[in-house]
C-alpha cells in the first residue's frame, strides 16, 4: 500500500512537471509571436503613439494685377452670356482659368466695387461699378484672395463701400476659401487678421493703397481704408501678423501710373515691409509692368517684390497697358519650419480686343499669336512708335521691365523661352 501511494505521487509529480513544461513552451512561443509581430513593422498598441517628424511643404501661389472692369469689358460679359444669366465673364478670362485653378492660392488686385445692385453698372474711369456676377465668376475660374485697397474703393462713396463689403460677404459666407482684405467695416474687423492655411502652411494677407481718388470716408464713419502713409500702422500689422503666421504676404497699390519707373519712394517702402517681416509684396496701380527682385534684411532672409504686376484685363487704350504679367512662386517651408520664397516667375499677359474695343479677353504671352497681333484695336500708340501694335512693341515692354531671370514666356518649364517674332 506504501508502494502504490509512492507510485501514485510519483506519477503526479511527472503530470506537473509536465503540464509546467507545456505551459513555458506556451510562453515563450507566445513571447517569440510578440518579437516577431515588432520584427515586421506592426506597432504595440501598450506603447504611446509619437508623432511623425515635421515634413516640407510648399504651396503654388499666383498674382495677378488690376482687375479694370471698363463698360467694353463687362458688355463683352453681356455679349457672350446666355440666358441663365446677364454677364458671363469666363469668356473674358477663358485662357488663363487653367493656370489660376492649378495654383493653391490665387491673388487678384479687384479693382473696381461690386455694391450689389445697389448702385448702377459703370465702367468710366473715375465712376466704377461692376455687376454682381463679376465676383462669382473670378471665384469660379479659381481666384480666392480678394484685395480692395485700391484707389477706386469709395468711387460709389461710403455707402459703396459698405454695400461691396456685404457683396463679399456674402461670397464668403459661399465659399470658406475666399479671403478679402484691404478695407474694413471697424477697428475690430480690421485688426482681424487675415489668415489661411495651406498644406500645413499659415498665410496672412494685408492690403494698403496710396489714395483713393481724392474721395475720402466721412469722419463719423467707423469704416477703415489703410493707406500707405500710414507707416507705424503698417509696421505694427506686419509684425504682429509675421508672429501669428510662416508667410505675410503685403498688397500695396502705389507708384506712377501709365509709367514704368519704379520711384525710390515705392523701393524704400518695398524695403520697410520686408524688414518689418513681408515676405512677399505684389504692387499693383500704375496700370503699367515694372521690375521685381529679391530684397535682403540684416540678417541675411529675404522677401521678394513685384513692383507692379500691371493690368490684369482692362479697356485702357495705350501699348503699355496691354502688357501685364502673373507672378507666380513656392512658398517653401522646410522640416525646421524655415521658409523661403523660391522658384519665382513672371508671365506675361496681354489683353486684346478687336474692333470697336469688342470681345476683350487676356491672354498669357504663350498663346497670343500673330494674327491677333494683327487683328488687336488700339486706337493709338506712344510717341515714337513705329506701329501701334506689333511683336517688337510688345516683346521691348518686357525686356526692358522683367529680368531674365524670373521671366516665363513658354507654358512650361521644358519648352524653349524664346520672344515670338512676326512670321
Known sequence: MKFQCAALLAAASILLTGCAKVQNEQQEAETQHIIDIAEIGIPDPTQPETEPPPQPSSIRFLAVGDNLIHSCVY???????????SYDFHYCYQYIENKVKNADLAFINQETVICNDEYEISGSNLNFNSPVELGYDLIDVGFDIFNMANNHVLDKGSDGMRATLDYWDERQEQNDNVVVMGAYRNEEDMQNYRITKVNDITVGFLGYTEHTNGYHLPEASEMIIPYLEEETLIQQQITEL?????????????????????????????QKFVDWGADVV???????????EYLTREDGSQGFVFYSLGNFISGQTDNFNMVGGMGEFEIC?????VMTIENVTLTPLITHYESNMSDVRVYPYYLYTNDLVNSHFIPYSPAGTAKRWNWDVINTIIEQNVPEEFLCLAETKDQPNVFKQAE
Open 75 to 85: 458688355h463683352t460679359a453681356e455679349n457672350h452670356a446666355d440666358s441663365s444669366k
Open 282 to 292: 505684389i504692387g499693383t496701380g500704375p496700370h503699367t509692368l515694372e521690375s521685381m
Open 242 to 270: 509675421a508672429e501669428q503666421t510662416d508667410c505675410v504676404i503685403v498688397s500695396a497699390h502705389w507708384g506712377i501710373e501709365d509709367s514704368h519707373e519704379v520711384t525710390d519712394e515705392v523701393k524704400d517702402l518695398a
Open 333 to 337: 517651408k522646410d522640416e525646421s519650419g
